[in-house]
């Protein structure tokens, strides 16, 4: 997304495709039993697919509900 420099501790790791992003072009979901962190690709893809981003389960990148 905005390709920002971020330093390490504020670098946010996406658990679907292993991407490191700032905190801007990530987010957390707070759906699953742990926290989970998904970049806004990733986020907007399953979305799409699975027509709801509160039915996404993030599990070894993501699988509809």
Do not use: H
């Not at 971020?6 to 658990?15: L, N, Q, S």
């Not at 806004?40 to 993501?62: F, I, N, P, T």
């Amino acid at each position: 997304y905005c390709e920002r420099p971020a330093c390490a501790g504020c670098a946010r790791r996406c658990e679907a495709c292993d991407g490191l992003f700032c905190a801007v072009c990530s987010t957390v979901d707070y759906q699953s039993r742990y926290e989970r962190v998904v970049c806004l690709s990733c986020a907007e893809e399953a979305a799409r697919e699975c027509g709801d981003a509160m039915d996404v389960r993030w599990e070894d990148g993501y699988a509809c509900a």
